[in-house]
């Protein structure tokens, strides 16, 4: 039963693949509000009135004019995840942006060079969080796709179309994927995801669905050695997978995505399962601060 329990978690987990951000990720606070798309008379980018100008909401509730075509994407941030959502709706050709090195030397993210292998040796736009305006104003994106409240401002000053998105757990990612395909026009696409995703999300509740709440694992996702959980989204990823996040209560305290915490948490958390971002589990039964933890004593650590 307990293999069978990890399976489920660790399943669940890499569906959330998709899902989670990492990398140059700034703090957000995520204003999800049912964002949509709808025709209105707006001006465009030149200041011209145009009937068939496209109006979304995105996910700041922020009122955004569309371009009439939308040739070229470029992504910012957490490039590589915004990345695998615009290859998922079919349009990876349109991306117009290399990755930043975190993103493009991770094994990790190879596989985006499959999908888009046009963005080899693209121009970067960013560095350590920070936007290169000269090189995004030559490359001229159509979009720019944020999960980041502060790229934001200085894109839309340079009268750039910005479109904001982020998750904390699977509604709001649903609701990402529905807005981006509006955008892109590929809504067969992306309802075909939603049901995807809610249909692995269903199995994980049935697998887990009859275990006692007491005998549910414990688990805790991130870097341990650094002490920090990246992502908020991981807390309903566990918890959907039929386990019990040790960090939640201190995560929903947090505005932003990330979350730092001290040792003694960790140790009065004591997780039965580790989910870690990089290989550190030899480096974790190495050092004596962790070596009493359960999660280390039982090799219950998951990369």
Same mark, same amino acid.
């Given at each position: 039963m307990k293999k069978k329990i990890i399976a489920v978690i660790m399943a669940v987990a890499m569906l959330a693949v998709l899902l989670c951000g990492c990398g140059n990720t700034a703090e957000t606070d995520t204003n999800s509000e049912n964002p949509s798309v709808t025709e209105n008379q707006k001006p465009d980018s030149s200041g011209a009135e145009s009937s068939n100008a496209r109006v979304i909401t995105d996910m700041k509730g922020r009122e955004v004019t569309l371009p009439d075509q939308i040739e070229s994407i470029a992504t910012f941030g957490s490039i590589g995840v915004l990345n695998t959502f615009v290859e998922t709706l079919g349009a990876g050709s349109k991306i117009c942006n290399d990755m930043t090195d975190n993103f493009a030397n991770s094994p990790r993210w190879a596989m985006q060079y499959e999908f888009a292998p046009q963005m080899k040796g693209l121009p970067v736009l960013e560095s350590s969080g920070e936007i290169n305006m000269e090189e995004v104003l030559h490359v001229n994106p159509d979009l720019c796709l944020v999960m980041s409240e502060s790229y934001i401002e200085p894109l839309e000053q340079a009268g750039l179309c910005v479109v904001f998105v982020n998750w904390k757990e699977g509604d709001q990612l649903k609701e990402a994927v529905t807005l981006l395909g509006e955008i892109l026009g590929e809504e067969d696409r992306a309802e075909?995801?939603?049901?995807?995703?809610?249909?692995?999300?269903?199995?994980?509740?049935?697998?887990?669905?009859?275990?006692?709440?007491?005998?549910?694992?414990?688990?805790?996702?991130? =870097?341990?050695t650094e002490l920090s959980n990246p992502h908020a989204i991981s807390e309903w990823w566990i918890t959907a997978a039929g386990g019990i996040s040790v960090s939640e209560e201190?995560? =929903?305290?947090?505005?932003?995505? =990330?979350?730092?915490?001290?040792?003694?948490?960790?140790?009065?958390?004591?997780?039965?399962?580790?989910?870690?971002? =990089?290989?550190?589990?030899?480096?974790?039964?190495?050092?004596?601060?962790?070596?009493?933890?359960?999660?280390?004593?039982?090799?219950?650590?998951?990369?």
């Open positions: 075909a995801y939603c049901q995807f995703f809610d249909d692995a999300v269903a199995k994980a509740e049935e697998l887990t669905a009859n275990i006692p709440e007491e005998e549910r694992r414990t688990a805790l996702y991130g =870097s341990i201190a995560h =929903s305290q947090v505005e932003g995505e =990330s979350l730092a915490y001290s040792m003694e948490d960790l140790l009065l958390w004591d997780p039965d399962v580790m989910f870690v971002t =990089s290989d550190e589990a030899e480096e974790l039964k190495a050092d004596s601060n962790f070596s009493g933890l359960t999660a280390v004593q039982n090799n219950e650590i998951y990369l």
